[in-house]
């Protein structure tokens, strides 16, 4: 940004040179007249005249036509015709050397340093002819040796400052071509970084996907070993009690069991709904079915709950809530069986990349410590938080208690992806 009002500031300083020097250089010509000549009409009409045509051609080339300045040989034809101009303006008046001065400045229009330097040389031989004051005092070998001295000493300095101002050009370059090398270089890190996060939403969705089939899979697995078979027998006890209307109490045994198979068949239905999405997440978040889940648990276990939620909420997608909800349950009902806890805690921790789970509680611990942790339960937890991208931690002491740790991801990409 700085760099590009620099060299936009510089161009127009480098466009109002010409005329500004043309304003300056004809005044003087007009006040104080020819050199060792009587003012005519004649020198007033080359003043006019020669300034007016310096600057059309400065207009036309520089004003009319920015575009041209990427040129190289419209430029080179302009700079020849601006050095033609120079040197007769200092023959009308060694005034114009104000309006000279354009040719160092303009020398930036050329194409290539050799050429830059050829124009600088030019100009410092015609702008020493101002300081000896005009053709007319070249007139014998002194003088000549002056003028050439003045050559020397003009064009020295002058390519030192176009050495100078041709390494800080280089120098520019060079930064805006590291500037634009690491503006490709984010480009490329920012979309290799959103194809990862698409690639991590799609295997958490696949997944997610995949859990789902193996609920379903299970779900059929339960119904047909479980309801169907129930119903099955409910029917043929059915069949046998008509069958049986002459022996009322074989006829009362049919149907007692029929009633029975009914029973435990709704209990396998109910439970089953239950695997699906947890009845307290349906009519809330998950923060607040958490709570809920404590209340009624430390109701039932007689073991106080503490339950604290770490960062901002945001909702997540329904896979990832009922895996947190199944595992804080589950956590639970384990810790009801098995701990002999005084004391519980359940801390639901929200940061910008992950959610993190902790069940802990002050019981009796696992006898073989942290690690895997052994049991139905446990395995199930794994599975669920493995099937949506999570992780399950837990850390265990013998006589201290225990804590589970689960953490699912939480990026908004993947939250998306997961919620479709």
Request: hydrophobic fraction near 45%; aromatic fraction near 6%; proline fraction near 4%.
């Amino acid at each position: 940004m700085i760099q590009t009002m620099d060299l936009a500031r510089r161009d127009r300083i480098r466009r109002a040179v010409p005329y500004f020097g043309l304003l300056v250089s004809t005044l003087f010509s007009l006040v104080n007249g020819p050199v060792n000549e009587p003012r005519t009409a004649y020198y007033s009409a080359l003043v006019f005249g020669g300034t007016g045509l310096a600057a059309c051609w400065v207009a036309w080339w520089i004003s009319l036509h920015p575009a041209w300045a990427e040129r190289p040989r419209p430029m080179a034809v302009y700079y020849a015709g601006l050095l033609l101009l120079i040197l007769g303006l200092i023959w009308v008046n060694p005034l114009y050397g104000f309006f000279g001065f354009t040719g160092y400045v303009h020398t930036s229009y050329l194409q290539g340093d050799v050429w830059k330097r050829v124009g600088v040389f030019l100009t410092a031989a015609m702008l020493a002819l101002t300081q000896i004051g005009g053709f007319g005092n070249v007139h014998s070998r002194n003088t000549f040796i002056g003028y050439l001295g003045l050559v020397a000493v003009n064009a020295t300095l002058a390519l030192i400052m176009v050495h100078a101002q041709l390494a800080e050009v280089r120098r520019m370059e060079e930064q805006t071509r590291m500037v634009d090398e690491l503006a490709e270089a984010n480009r490329k890190l920012h979309d290799t970084m959103e194809e990862n996060a698409g690639l991590h939403a799609q295997l958490v969705a696949q997944a997610r996907e995949a859990g789902v089939l193996d609920e379903r899979q299970r779900l059929a697995g339960e119904i047909h070993d479980t309801i169907a078979q129930g119903l099955t027998g409910i029917v043929t006890q059915l069949e046998a009690a008509e069958r049986a209307d002459a022996d009322p109490d074989r006829r009362r045994r049919h149907l007692d069991l029929a009633r029975r198979l009914a029973r435990e068949s709704l209990a396998e239905a109910r439970r089953s709904v239950q695997a699906l999405r947890p009845g307290p997440l349906v009519a809330a978040h998950l923060p607040e079915a958490l709570a809920d889940l404590a209340t009624r648990w430390s109701e039932t276990s007689a073991v106080p709950v503490r339950v604290e939620i770490s960062g901002d909420p945001v909702p997540l997608p329904p896979a990832l809530e009922v895996v947190l909800f199944r595992t804080a349950q589950e956590a639970l009902t384990n810790v009801g069986k098995h701990a002999a806890a005084s004391q519980a805690g359940l801390t639901l921790s929200y940061t910008s990349d992950v959610v993190v789970l902790d069940v802990l509680d002050d019981g009796v611990g696992l006898e073989n410590g942290a690690g895997e942790g052994t049991g139905y339960g446990l395995s199930a937890m794994r599975q669920r938080l493995r099937q949506v991208g999570g992780l399950l931690e837990i850390e265990s002491v013998p006589g201290e208690g225990t804590a589970i740790s689960a953490r699912v991801p939480a990026l908004s990409m993947i939250a998306a992806a997961t919620a479709d």
